[in-house]
Protein backbone atom coordinates (compact mmCIF):
# COMPACT_ATOMS: atom_id res chain seq x y z
CA UNK A 1 0.00 0.00 0.00
CA UNK A 2 1.48 3.49 -1.29
CA UNK A 3 1.66 6.21 1.15
CA UNK A 4 -0.88 8.17 -1.35
CA UNK A 5 -3.30 5.09 -0.56
CA UNK A 6 -2.91 5.02 3.10
CA UNK A 7 -3.55 8.43 3.72
CA UNK A 8 -6.81 8.36 1.27
CA UNK A 9 -7.71 5.37 3.84
CA UNK A 10 -7.07 7.49 6.99
CA UNK A 11 -9.59 10.17 5.39
CA UNK A 12 -11.92 7.75 5.08
CA UNK A 13 -11.56 6.33 8.27
CA UNK A 14 -11.89 9.50 9.93
CA UNK A 15 -14.87 10.21 8.56
CA UNK A 16 -16.34 6.72 9.50
CA UNK A 17 -15.19 7.27 12.91
CA UNK A 18 -16.78 10.45 13.13
CA UNK A 19 -20.27 9.48 12.16
CA UNK A 20 -19.84 6.32 14.68
CA UNK A 21 -19.37 8.99 17.18
CA UNK A 22 -22.15 11.44 16.60
CA UNK A 23 -24.13 10.21 19.68
CA UNK A 24 -21.38 12.12 21.65
CA UNK A 25 -22.28 15.32 19.13
CA UNK A 26 -25.61 15.30 20.23
CA UNK A 27 -25.61 13.43 23.86
CA UNK A 28 -26.89 16.63 25.94
CA UNK A 29 -30.76 16.36 23.88
CA UNK A 30 -30.73 12.62 23.07
CA UNK A 31 -29.56 10.92 26.52
CA UNK A 32 -31.00 13.60 28.56
CA UNK A 33 -34.20 12.59 27.30
CA UNK A 34 -33.89 9.54 29.41
CA UNK A 35 -34.17 10.97 32.26
CA UNK A 36 -36.82 13.83 31.57
CA UNK A 37 -39.09 12.51 34.12
CA UNK A 38 -37.33 14.54 36.85
CA UNK A 39 -38.84 17.37 36.53
CA UNK A 40 -42.53 16.16 38.12
CA UNK A 41 -43.57 18.20 40.82
CA UNK A 42 -42.41 17.90 44.49
CA UNK A 43 -44.22 14.68 46.03
CA UNK A 44 -47.04 15.18 48.94
CA UNK A 45 -46.23 13.44 52.09
CA UNK A 46 -47.26 10.33 53.21
CA UNK A 47 -47.07 10.61 56.74
CA UNK A 48 -43.68 11.57 58.78
CA UNK A 49 -41.60 8.31 60.32
CA UNK A 50 -41.48 7.50 63.13
CA UNK A 51 -37.80 8.97 65.08
CA UNK A 52 -38.13 5.54 67.17
CA UNK A 53 -37.47 3.21 63.84
CA UNK A 54 -40.10 0.89 61.98
CA UNK A 55 -42.81 -0.28 63.74
CA UNK A 56 -42.85 -4.30 64.54
CA UNK A 57 -45.83 -5.07 62.81
CA UNK A 58 -45.81 -8.66 60.97
CA UNK A 59 -44.28 -8.09 57.55
CA UNK A 60 -46.51 -8.73 54.43
CA UNK A 61 -45.82 -11.19 51.65
CA UNK A 62 -46.51 -8.69 49.08
CA UNK A 63 -47.14 -5.14 48.60
CA UNK A 64 -48.40 -3.52 45.42
CA UNK A 65 -48.45 -0.16 44.93
CA UNK A 66 -47.12 2.70 42.08
CA UNK A 67 -45.03 4.66 44.00
CA UNK A 68 -43.03 5.24 47.31
CA UNK A 69 -41.97 7.86 49.03
CA UNK A 70 -39.48 7.56 51.72
CA UNK A 71 -38.76 11.06 54.26
CA UNK A 72 -36.28 12.01 56.37
CA UNK A 73 -36.71 12.69 60.23
CA UNK A 74 -37.94 16.55 59.29
CA UNK A 75 -41.10 15.38 56.76
CA UNK A 76 -38.18 16.34 53.29
CA UNK A 77 -38.66 13.33 50.62
CA UNK A 78 -35.53 12.13 50.06
CA UNK A 79 -36.35 8.71 47.89
CA UNK A 80 -38.86 8.09 45.40
CA UNK A 81 -39.76 4.69 43.88
CA UNK A 82 -42.61 4.42 41.25
CA UNK A 83 -43.46 3.66 37.66
CA UNK A 84 -43.80 6.28 35.12
CA UNK A 85 -44.34 6.05 31.64
CA UNK A 86 -41.00 6.05 30.74
CA UNK A 87 -40.72 3.06 33.38
CA UNK A 88 -39.96 2.26 36.88
CA UNK A 89 -38.00 5.03 38.10
CA UNK A 90 -36.05 5.51 41.54
CA UNK A 91 -35.04 9.13 42.47
CA UNK A 92 -32.85 10.17 45.37
CA UNK A 93 -33.17 13.29 46.72
CA UNK A 94 -30.75 15.80 48.64
CA UNK A 95 -31.27 17.78 52.02
CA UNK A 96 -32.74 21.14 50.11
CA UNK A 97 -35.03 18.43 47.79
CA UNK A 98 -32.81 18.79 44.85
CA UNK A 99 -32.55 15.10 43.14
CA UNK A 100 -29.44 13.58 43.07
CA UNK A 101 -29.32 10.55 41.21
CA UNK A 102 -31.40 8.78 39.24
CA UNK A 103 -32.12 5.40 37.98
CA UNK A 104 -35.09 4.53 34.91
CA UNK A 105 -35.33 1.38 33.49
CA UNK A 106 -36.97 2.39 29.43
CA UNK A 107 -38.05 0.32 26.10
CA UNK A 108 -34.38 0.95 25.08
CA UNK A 109 -32.45 -0.05 28.18
CA UNK A 110 -31.62 1.52 31.86
CA UNK A 111 -30.03 4.77 32.15
CA UNK A 112 -28.23 6.55 35.59
CA UNK A 113 -27.89 10.01 35.33
CA UNK A 114 -25.75 12.01 38.71
CA UNK A 115 -26.28 15.65 39.25
CA UNK A 116 -24.52 18.26 41.29
CA UNK A 117 -25.47 20.55 43.99
CA UNK A 118 -26.99 23.26 41.73
CA UNK A 119 -28.77 20.45 39.91
CA UNK A 120 -26.70 19.95 36.94
CA UNK A 121 -26.30 16.42 35.32
CA UNK A 122 -22.46 15.81 35.42
CA UNK A 123 -22.51 12.10 34.79
CA UNK A 124 -24.71 9.88 32.00
CA UNK A 125 -24.17 6.16 32.12
CA UNK A 126 -27.02 4.14 29.49
CA UNK A 127 -26.70 0.79 28.38
CA UNK A 128 -29.19 0.62 25.31
CA UNK A 129 -28.70 -2.08 22.17
CA UNK A 130 -25.63 -0.34 20.73
CA UNK A 131 -23.61 -0.74 24.12
CA UNK A 132 -22.82 0.84 27.28
CA UNK A 133 -21.78 4.51 27.17
CA UNK A 134 -20.37 7.02 29.71
CA UNK A 135 -20.87 10.83 29.65
CA UNK A 136 -19.36 13.47 31.57
CA UNK A 137 -20.47 16.68 32.06
CA UNK A 138 -18.97 20.15 33.22
CA UNK A 139 -20.31 22.19 36.10
CA UNK A 140 -21.92 24.23 33.00
CA UNK A 141 -23.89 20.98 32.07
CA UNK A 142 -22.06 20.96 29.17
CA UNK A 143 -20.50 17.29 28.02
CA UNK A 144 -17.05 17.08 27.78
CA UNK A 145 -15.81 13.39 27.89
CA UNK A 146 -17.46 10.39 26.66
CA UNK A 147 -16.64 6.58 26.42
CA UNK A 148 -18.59 3.61 25.00
CA UNK A 149 -18.12 -0.14 23.78
CA UNK A 150 -20.45 -0.28 20.81
CA UNK A 151 -20.18 -3.53 18.13
CA UNK A 152 -17.66 -1.23 16.53
CA UNK A 153 -15.25 -1.32 19.39
CA UNK A 154 -14.82 1.18 21.97
CA UNK A 155 -13.96 4.85 21.78
CA UNK A 156 -12.96 7.86 23.98
CA UNK A 157 -13.88 10.96 22.59
CA UNK A 158 -12.79 14.65 24.57
CA UNK A 159 -14.51 17.62 24.32
CA UNK A 160 -13.29 21.61 24.48
CA UNK A 161 -15.84 23.99 26.86
CA UNK A 162 -17.88 24.91 23.50
CA UNK A 163 -18.56 20.64 22.94
CA UNK A 164 -16.08 20.87 20.09
CA UNK A 165 -14.75 17.62 19.81
CA UNK A 166 -11.11 17.64 20.02
CA UNK A 167 -9.87 14.01 20.20
CA UNK A 168 -11.19 10.79 19.34
CA UNK A 169 -9.41 7.83 20.13
CA UNK A 170 -11.28 4.32 19.24
CA UNK A 171 -10.19 0.53 18.77
CA UNK A 172 -11.42 -1.12 15.94
CA UNK A 173 -11.21 -4.94 14.23
CA UNK A 174 -8.26 -3.00 11.91
CA UNK A 175 -6.72 -1.25 15.21
CA UNK A 176 -6.64 1.20 17.56
CA UNK A 177 -6.65 5.27 15.86
CA UNK A 178 -5.97 8.40 17.47
CA UNK A 179 -7.61 11.72 16.16
CA UNK A 180 -6.57 15.44 17.52
CA UNK A 181 -8.70 18.38 16.36
CA UNK A 182 -8.34 22.29 16.38
CA UNK A 183 -11.09 24.58 17.96
CA UNK A 184 -13.51 24.50 15.05
CA UNK A 185 -13.65 20.36 14.73
CA UNK A 186 -11.45 20.10 11.94
CA UNK A 187 -8.90 17.14 12.38
CA UNK A 188 -5.62 18.48 12.11
CA UNK A 189 -3.40 15.14 13.61
CA UNK A 190 -4.09 11.59 13.50
CA UNK A 191 -2.12 8.27 14.37
CA UNK A 192 -3.24 4.45 13.50
CA UNK A 193 -1.72 1.29 14.00
CA UNK A 194 -3.02 -1.44 11.38
CA UNK A 195 -1.79 -4.74 9.46
CA UNK A 196 0.21 -2.15 7.64
CA UNK A 197 2.26 -0.44 10.04
CA UNK A 198 2.06 3.18 12.37
CA UNK A 199 0.95 6.12 10.41
CA UNK A 200 1.08 9.56 11.17
CA UNK A 201 -0.50 12.53 9.40
CA UNK A 202 -0.50 16.31 9.63
CA UNK A 203 -3.39 18.62 7.96
CA UNK A 204 -4.18 22.34 8.09
CA UNK A 205 -6.69 24.59 9.23
CA UNK A 206 -8.98 23.54 6.21
CA UNK A 207 -8.47 19.28 7.51
CA UNK A 208 -6.42 18.57 4.57
CA UNK A 209 -3.63 16.19 4.81
CA UNK A 210 -0.53 17.37 4.12
CA UNK A 211 2.04 15.42 5.43
CA UNK A 212 2.04 11.39 6.20
CA UNK A 213 4.54 9.24 7.72
CA UNK A 214 4.59 6.06 7.85
CA UNK A 215 6.35 2.50 8.54
CA UNK A 216 5.41 -0.49 6.72
CA UNK A 217 7.72 -3.64 5.79
CA UNK A 218 9.48 -1.73 3.03
CA UNK A 219 10.76 0.88 5.68
CA UNK A 220 9.96 4.25 6.67
CA UNK A 221 8.58 7.12 4.13
CA UNK A 222 7.62 10.58 4.78
CA UNK A 223 5.62 12.18 2.34
CA UNK A 224 4.59 15.89 1.79
CA UNK A 225 1.53 17.75 -0.28
CA UNK A 226 0.76 21.24 -1.11
CA UNK A 227 -2.96 22.63 -0.28
CA UNK A 228 -4.46 21.44 -3.55
CA UNK A 229 -3.22 17.45 -2.16
CA UNK A 230 -0.48 17.39 -4.61
CA UNK A 231 2.76 15.46 -3.38
CA UNK A 232 5.63 18.01 -3.71
CA UNK A 233 8.44 15.81 -1.90
CA UNK A 234 9.02 12.42 -0.54
CA UNK A 235 11.81 10.68 1.51
CA UNK A 236 12.93 7.84 0.53
Not at 83 to 102: I, N, Q, W, Y
Not at 157 to 176: F, Q
Not at 196 to 216: I, S
Request: charged share 30%; glycine share 12%.
Amino acid sequence: MTTDERLEKLERELARATRRNRWLMIGAACLGMIFAWATFAQPGRPGTVHAEGPTTAPAQAEVRARSFVLEDDNGKPRALLGVFKDGPTLGLFDESGKCRAELVVKEDGPGLALRDENGKTRALLTADKDGPKLCLADENGKFRAGLAAIKDGPGLALRDENEKLRALLTADKDGPKLYLADENGKPRAGLTADKDGPTLYLADENGKFRAGLTADKDGPKLDMLDANGKPFWKAP
